[in-house]
């Protein structure tokens, strides 16, 4: 009997990345902020009332978050989730992200290492993750992701938008950065959930590129014009970069950013 899965957020990029990975394996009824969902509901963070609602009709064997909104509805959100999910045999995916390392670009960082968050956003990220994992315990699994990309993605509709219009697309040539391919984050997910894997996961290329430079290559893998690259940042060479290291992923699930382009093209 298949697994229920309701994905908050379901509606998104992620979102829908995770729906292909976990296809026809699990029940997934999903939930979309703004308007309803095909298969599920209309859930706003600043609604955790008619999240429980939801949660208790539903009774989902695990839940997948990749919302988004306000940082302290968004805690309120998940404070709520994760009393209700607490105790039982049930799990939550949570989605974070990269910049729970933004306030260090010294090296790429692994799931053993602590955030170092400076941003807003990494600082939200982090605390979220922290008050999960204190509630939740082994119930909880994380996904941290570099920036996102696939053929059509939000990142490549900008290029391509830049190229068009003849606009400055601001870079960052002194960063090395590796990245996550869009079906990489659903290959993962039904790995992790078949397998009752729990804890962090960094899901990204094991390797790094400069930033421009992997810019201009998908540019050329999808026959883009090249719009007008402005530097935003310059002096010495940094890292934002998060690589994997748990050992349970299958090296069939490891990309590098050779296997990304390649894919893309």
């Known amino acids: 009997m298949r697994k229920k899965v309701l994905l ?16 026809d394996n699990y029940q997934i009824i999903s939930t979309a902020g703004h308007h309803a969902s095909e298969s599920g509901y209309q859930l706003l963070v600043e609604e955790p009332n008619k999240l429980v609602e939801i949660l208790a009709h539903e009774n989902p064997e695990i839940v997948i978050s990749s919302v988004r909104g306000n940082y302290q509805a968004q805690m309120c959100f998940h404070k709520t989730l994760a009393d209700w ?11 974070s992200t990269a910049n729970v390392f933004d306030g260090n670009l010294s090296k790429p960082w692994t799931e053993h290492d602590l955030p170092i968050p400076e941003s807003d956003y990494g600082s939200f990220k ?24 696939s053929a059509d993605c939000p990142r490549v509709q900008r290029l391509k938008r830049h190229s068009c219009n003849k606009e400055p697309y601001h870079t960052y040539p002194n960063y090395r950065i590796n990245v996550t391919y869009a079906r990489q984050i659903g290959n993962y997910a039904k790995y992790v959930l078949d397998n009752d894997l729990h804890g962090i996961f960094h899901v990204g290329t094991t390797d790094t590129i400069h930033c421009v430079s992997f810019e201009k290559m998908i540019c050329e893998a999808l026959k883009i014009e090249l719009p007008q690259f402005v530097a935003e940042t310059e002096g010495e060479e940094v890292f934002f970069a998060i690589f ?3 050992k349970e992923i299958p090296d069939d699930l490891q990309m590098t950013v050779s296997d990304v382009l390649s894919t893309l093209k």
């Open 244 to 246: 994997p290291s748990r």
């Open 85 to 95: 999910l607490a105790g039982e045999k049930k799990r939550l995916l949570y989605i």
């Open 126 to 149: 982090r605390d979220c993750e922290t008050m999960l994992g204190k509630i939740l315990e082994n119930q909880l699994i994380i996904f941290r992701l570099a920036a996102v990309w």
């Open 8 to 23: 908050i957020g379901g509606n998104s990029f992620v979102g829908q990345s995770i729906v292909s990975g976990l296809g």
